[in-house]
Every structure is written in structure tokens, then in C-alpha cells.
């Protein structure tokens, strides 16, 4: 498949938008314990849409994970495993903080793990580095982390200003303390899901061959990597859950139509709006596999793009739902100046990969 990163970038922002979308269902779930829509969300991003869209659109899904190398399987679902955990406290990040300030925190060091950690390990960093497009897509990354930087500092100038009772009038339970603490933990331990990918390769070049077999492109090769990496985030975010279920006793909120105060639980929309809200998170990584196979040999850049648009979504939807009503000027050129930096780099590290691509015979 020829490169084409107007294509890639098109998808991560797609993947982006869904990102940072996807928690804004869960605002609709009524009378559950976060650790109850948590995990039947989850049941439907890391289980049920995986298999789902990789069965749909791969043929031969069985054989080509029968065919892959054990070590890419085991890796892959390690490190899912480990991005799970980033995950968990990534829902508990958006629980503390809100949609705008918890990804602006979290995803700026999820996004210098996962983005240049690969080629480091691999030992390509170096030889990206002296080629004049890896060099605009090196440059993006940091006009990236810097946009991250200027979009945290918006988000503790609004801590400073805002009263707890102001803070929390649109995030009911906001607490800045643990609320950092869980970003910081969780963007690094997210970026596990970019070694995923790195890990799986040789399942992703099994499965073009499947495809190629069948008369069809590449575009879907990273769907059997996700289904093993997914699968690795399902057991760390279920085991976590059920041992809040059982220590909370909130186990009876998947089945009982009451809440312990005798008021209605709208059971049917709580697992309709978890679903939603589960879908909604995968297609993320179903657009951004498709971006990354777009993106040639700078495919580990695709992290940075995911993670940009990211929070350029989920800073329009702070915006939206009025996270950051009640904050100054400055507050929001901070906002402005860290959306204009995220922009822009997304549109260098797009320039790096056309160049990158231009430049192979």
C-alpha cells in the first residue's frame, strides 16, 4: 500500500474525535458505581467491538492468530495488560479532573512515552533524526509536547481561580490532588499501548498477507493486534472492577432495578449508554490503526497525531459542556494557544511523513 498521510491524518483526527468522545455517554449513567458502567463499558470496547470488526473485515482471523509467533502474541498481550492499568486510571482521571484538564495531563506523557520510546528501543531514533523529514516529524513532536505543556498550564490556571463549589458544578467529583496524580500515572502506563502495537507487528504482517491472499489492501492489518492487546487490557480493568464490585458491594448494580436508597435505576439506559460509551472508545484504535498503515515508514508518529487530536477534541468539549465557565482571559489564551500549538503539529508531523513518502523511489 502506498503511503498516503493526508489519509493517516484524516483518520487519527477521526480517531481523535472518538477519544475524546467517548466518556461523554457515560454522563448519562444513573445510579451505578463507577467501577460498574466502567467495566460493562469496557466489555464493549476491549471484547465485544474488537472481535466484532476484526471478524467482519480480516478473513482467516482464527488461522492468522493460530499463525503468529508466540513472543508477538505474549508481548502484545503484556503490554495490553500494562496499558490497562493506564487505562483504569485514565476513567479515574476524567472522574477527578474532568474531560479538558484530565486528557491535557495524562496524554502529554502518554504521548513522549509512547511516541519515542519504539523507535528508541529499536534503535531507529538515530537514523529518524538524520533525514530531513524525520527531522519535521521530530519537531512536530515537540511543538506537540509543548501544546500539551501550555494546554496543562490552562488547566491549573482554572484550578486557581475556580472555588471547589464552582469546580464542582460540572464535575461532581472533582479533586485536583488525586486527580494529577492519576494523569501523571496513568499517561505513562497508557503509552503501553503504542509497545503494543511495536510488539505486534508480526501479527499485523501475517495478517496483509491474509489479506493480500483475498485481494484487499493492508488497511485492516493492526485489527488482529488489536484483539490481542485489547483482550490484555480486559483482564487488568475486570479484575480491578470485580474487586471494587465486591469490596463496595455495588456487584447488584449490573441486575437490580433498585438502588439501596429504594429509588428506580434505569437499568436498560445504564447499559445502553455503557455500550455507546464502549464503542465509541474502540473506534479510536479502529481509526488509528487504519491512520497508522497510511503513514509508511513514520508510522511511530502516529502516536503523536493520536494524542493531539485527542486533546484538541476533548478541549472543544470542555469548552462545550462549560468546564471552563467562570475562568479569565488569561485562562483561555492559555486554551487558545495550546489548541493553535496541538494544531500545528499535527499539520508538521503530517508534512514530515509526505516528505518521507515523497522521498522513497
Known sequence: MTPNPLLGLIFHWIGGLASASFYIPYRGVRKWAWESYWIVGGFFSWIVAPWLFAWLLVPHLGAILREAPGGAVGWSFLFGTLWGVGGLTFGLTMRYLGIALGMAIALGFCAAFGTLMPPLVAGDLGRIAHTVSGQWILSGVAVCLLGIGVSGCAGMSKESELSEEEKRRTIREFHF??????????????????????????????????????????????????????????ATNGVWCLVLNLRNRTWGDYISRRDGHGHDVPLLANYVFSAIAGVTWYLQFFFYSMGETCMGAYGFSSWTLHMASIIIFSTLWGIALREWKGTSFRTHLLIGLGLFALVGSTVIVGYGNYLGAAAKP
Open 177 to 234: 490532588a488525586k486527580g494529577l496524580g492519576m494523569a501523571v500515572f496513568s499517561g505513562v502506563m497508557s503509552a503501553c499501548m503504542s509497545y503494543g502495537f511495536a510488539s505486534g507487528k508480526p501479527i499485523a504482517e501475517i495478517a496483509a498477507k491474509h489479506l493480500a491472499e483475498d485481494g484487499a489492501g493492508p488497511l485492516w492489518r493492526n485489527l488482529p493486534v488489536l484483539v490481542v492487546v485489547l483482550l490484555g487490557g480486559f
